[in-house]
T-cell receptor, first 113, second 114 residues
Framework: SAVISQKPSRDICQRGTSLTIQCQVD?????MFWYRQQPGQSLTLIAT?????????ESGFVIDKFPISRPNLTFSTLTVSNMSPEDSSIYLC??????????FGAGTRLSVL | AQRVTQPEKLLSVFKGAPVELKCNYS??????LFWYVQYSRQRLQLLLR??SRESIKGFTADLNKGETSFHLKKPFAQEEDSAMYYC????????????????FGGGTRLMVKP
């Protein structure tokens, strides 16, 4: 298994600002994932982040809005840029372990006013 | 495209009653299916995966390829089973260096009443 620390755990932000969410893993992993969970909805994959390469974004998500960094095998950041109230969600990072099992962080609850 | 459907958003049962949380999927290849659970104020965690064919906390799930289903079952529900349950499918996307993509169903909230 993997232990994932995600921060901040929650934030309240003003419209038009940006927030960077950090995800730290206690072991080296190849694949890290970022998800969004809108209120009352399921998890939707935003992008997959491999160390040393550009993140792969899912349909409906673009790098300008959700830039991702993956500087090493234990760390990644997701930035939510130029925020609007529609970006209010829980953002989760996860890593893939053995057997294609994913381990999740506790999430970042973002509210945009 | 891969898709996971959980038809029930909420399932409410009494303690000791049998539970079945439904999950149907669509996937063109050979699927790998999981059930994840999120208890109150805890992070999302794996409950079980179909290839393990094991029982976790009394829950079992059998992959039925003919019906494209992976329903989660427990013969006698306990109050501590109350949680949000997500069915998920892992499938490799060809031509994309993004490993195995996990697609989640909409989730079912299980409430076990005393």
């Amino acid at each position: 298994s993997a232990v994932i620390s995600q921060k901040p755990s929650r934030d309240i932000c003003q419209r038009g600002t940006s927030l960077t969410i950090q995800c730290q893993v206690d072991s080296q992993v190849t694949m890290m994932f970022w998800y969004r969970q809108q209120p009352g909805q399921s998890l939707t994959l935003i992008a997959t982040a491999n160390q040393g390469s550009e993140a792969t974004y899912e349909s409906g998500f673009v790098i300008d809005k959700f830039p991702i960094s993956r500087p090493n095998l234990t760390f990644s950041t997701l930035t939510v840029s130029n925020m609007s109230p529609e970006d209010s969600s829980i953002y989760l990072c996860s890593v893939e372990g053995q057997g294609n099992i994913q381990y999740f962080g506790a999430g970042t609850r973002l509210s945009v006013l | 495209a891969q898709r996971v459907t959980q038809p029930e958003k909420l399932l409410s049962v009494f303690k000791g009653a049998p539970v079945e949380l439904k999950c149907n999927y669509s996937y063109s290849g050979s699927p790998e299916l999981f059930w994840y659970v999120q208890y109150s104020r805890q992070r999302l965690q794996l409950l079980l995966r179909h290839i393990s064919r094991e029982s976790i906390k009394g829950f079992t799930a059998d992959l039925n390829k003919g019906e494209t289903s992976f329903h989660l079952k427990k013969p006698f529900a306990q109050e501590e089973d109350s949680a949000m349950y997500y069915c998920a499918l892992s499938g490799h996307r060809q031509g994309v260096d993004a490993g195995n993509m996990l697609t989640f169903g909409g989730g079912t909230r299980l409430m076990v009443k005393p």
